[in-house]
């Protein structure tokens, strides 16, 4: 079975600051990895994935992740951010085992507020 | 249009009642999605279809009754719901195999009275 855990239900910085949100998975096999981010009354937007190509992700709108394998993490990074990063973002998993490949799991979210 | 569209975007309805949530993607997508988003709980997988085919339903009560007409369109049919029903119910579609990802609707936003 594969899981996820977002470590930090919510997350404040000041705009320009490091953004980082914590991810941490579990999964039987190597893995898909998934950020998504939804704006209020909105559903969610694919930020980025990784499926197995370079460990070091890029996104839309300046945001990055890295896949640990060690570590079991696939954390999401912005240099520096803007009021409009505001929102809730979602890490997901899949296995690509094949046998269930047609199932995301998702964290809990984690509620980013950025500070003028 | 392109990408997934979901209608109504906000409903209200009593526990009697009788309603019907669409969603239709424009993607070429063979694999579409319900998930149920209720506040301070993660987002909950409710049914999948593959190619019309129902392959998920994760222990969905059987007040939520999917229709999956063509790999374009999906419905859910809902019928003496609970007000712990009232929540946001996200449409997605994807290709085989999940590589791409998820592409999600708008959601319906969905109030039991």
């Known amino acids: 079975a594969q899981s996820v855990t977002q470590l930090g239900s919510h997350v404040s910085v000041s705009e320009g600051a490091l953004v980082l949100l914590r991810c941490n998975y579990s999964?039987?096999?190597?893995?898909?990895l998934f950020w998504y981010v939804q704006y209020p009354n909105q559903g969610l937007q694919l930020l980025l994935k990784y499926t197995s190509a370079a460990t070091l992700v890029k996104g839309i709108n300046g945001f990055e992740a890295e896949f640990k394998k060690s570590e079991t993490s696939f954390h999401l990074t912005k240099p520096s951010a803007h009021m409009s990063d505001a929102a809730e973002y979602f890490c997901?998993?899949?296995?690509?085992?094949?046998?269930?490949?047609?199932?995301?799991?998702f964290g809990k979210g984690t509620l980013l507020t950025v500070n003028p | 249009e392109t990408g997934v569209t979901q209608t109504p975007r906000h409903l209200v309805m009593g526990m009697t009642n009788k309603k019907s949530l669409k969603c239709e993607q424009h993607l070429g997508h063979n694999a579409m999605y319900w998930y149920k988003q209720s506040a301070k709980k993660p987002l909950e997988l409710m049914f999948v279809?593959?190619?019309?085919?129902?392959?998920e339903n994760n222990s969905v009560p059987s007040r939520f009754s999917p229709e999956c007409p063509n790999s374009s369109h999906l419905f859910l049919h809902l019928h003496t719901l609970q007000p712990e029903d009232s929540a946001l119910y996200l449409c997605?579609?994807?290709?085989?195999?999940?590589?791409?990802?998820?592409?999600f609707g708008p959601g319906t936003r969905l109030l039991v009275l």
């Open positions: 997901a998993v899949s296995d690509n085992s094949g046998g269930s490949n047609y199932k995301l799991t």
């Open positions: 999964s039987s096999v190597p893995p898909y």
């Open positions: 279809y593959n190619f019309k085919e129902q392959t």
């Open positions: 997605a579609s994807s290709q085989a195999g999940l590589a791409g990802g998820l592409r």
